[in-house]
């Protein structure tokens, strides 16, 4: 059996798996051969290692209310949504003392706390499209300023609330289809497809590292590794007492973890899970490795992957798998 490599997307809107599984492997391979494992690198992309790339943004289908523009359509999805908004304000906030843009420019500083007010929730206003409404307002007066337009893949307001509304969606567990299952649980079935089998690597991105957190506490099959990306797992006030199981630990199957966060990645909030996430049975718990990448918007997956620090452990623990399989790349 091949080492068996898993990735596992993070918000956003529709996508090509194909095409993503080639650009996610090839930023991989780019970060193994800086890491020293060339060999590893070009097995990779030689086609040595089951490689799948976990596909879910089909799920979140847009919702049919009346007036929603960013596919949400619950209350307390949209509730969740502004708890999301202002943690990923506020880490922006942080990040500013970082970027040169912002050291002599205080006005930045002033329209991101401005923001957060207009994402508050306001007692006299309540029920599902006031609340997309003052999230809608608060990424638009982000969106505005210069060094914020086009964040990632957030090229409008729509965009950034759409894609926090997904994070919003799965935590609130609702959204049931015809078998009554939830949004969540069909997302995180997914996943368990391609975990049918002892796992060499599992890599989780963004929202991708809740769902992966949470289908491994699911199910039997060990994973060698678990790498987590961006994750917003250590968001203690939106994220963390919305997990299950609870109190949260590493699960039982997983024999590793490490998990990566650039400093300013607003997504990871509180990004060192150790202080957060118990042990396992074995005692194995998450360790936190900080990575740095150039440029402001630092959230996406391929720019983790390229990282030789990112990309060194993944080389490491195929490569062992090949030897204990013996795979050519070994």
Same mark, same amino acid.
């Given at each position: ?89 506020? !880490? =922006? ?13 205080? *006005? #930045? $500083? &002033?329209? +991101? @706390? ?35 337009? !086009? =964040? ?13 509304? *997904? #994070? $919003? &969606?799965? +935590? @609130? ?158």
């Amino acid at each position: 059996m091949r080492p068996r490599l898993v990735f596992v997307h993070g918000v956003g809107g529709p996508r090509d798996a194909v095409g993503e599984l080639a650009d996610w492997t090839r930023a991989l391979a780019a970060g193994m051969h800086n890491a020293g494992h060339s060999a590893v690198a070009d097995g990779l992309l030689g086609g040595e290692f089951d490689c799948r790339f976990v596909h879910y943004a089909d799920l979140f289908r847009p919702v049919q209310a009346q007036g929603s523009a960013v596919e949400v359509d619950d209350e307390q999805a949209a509730g969740i949504l502004l708890e999301l908004l202002d943690e990923v304000l506020a !880490g =922006l906030s942080e990040s500013l003392p970082n970027t040169p843009h912002a050291q002599h420019d205080a *006005q #930045v $500083a &002033r329209v +991101l @706390a401005h923001a957060r007010a207009e994402a508050a929730p306001q007692p006299q206003e309540q029920g599902t499209m006031a609340a997309v409404r003052r999230a809608l307002n608060a990424a638009t007066t982000v969106l505005s300023v210069r060094m914020f337009r !086009g =964040l990632g893949q957030w090229t409008a307001p729509k965009l950034m609330v759409r894609d926090l509304g *997904q #994070v $919003a &969606r799965y +935590l @609130a567990r609702r959204e049931t289809d015809g078998s009554g299952l939830t949004l969540d649980a069909r997302i995180r079935i997914r996943v368990a497809r391609e975990l049918d089998s002892p796992t060499t690597v599992l890599v989780a991105h963004s929202l991708g590292s809740i769902v992966a957190w949470e289908t491994l506490h699911e199910g039997p099959v060990p994973v060698r590794l678990l790498v987590t990306l961006g994750s917003p797992l250590g968001m203690r006030t939106v994220v963390r007492p919305r997990l299950v199981p609870q109190p949260p630990c590493t699960p039982d199957r997983v024999g590793a973890w490490l998990n990566f966060f650039d400093h300013d990645d607003p997504v990871a909030v509180r990004p060192r899970l150790e202080d957060d996430f118990g042990p396992n049975g074995t005692q194995v718990r998450p360790v936190s490795r900080r990575v740095d990448s150039v440029g402001f918007w630092v959230h996406p997956a391929r720019l983790y992957l390229a990282q030789p620090g990112v990309a060194g452990p993944i080389a490491e623990a195929l490569r062992t798998a090949a030897a204990t399989t013996g795979e050519p790349s070994a």
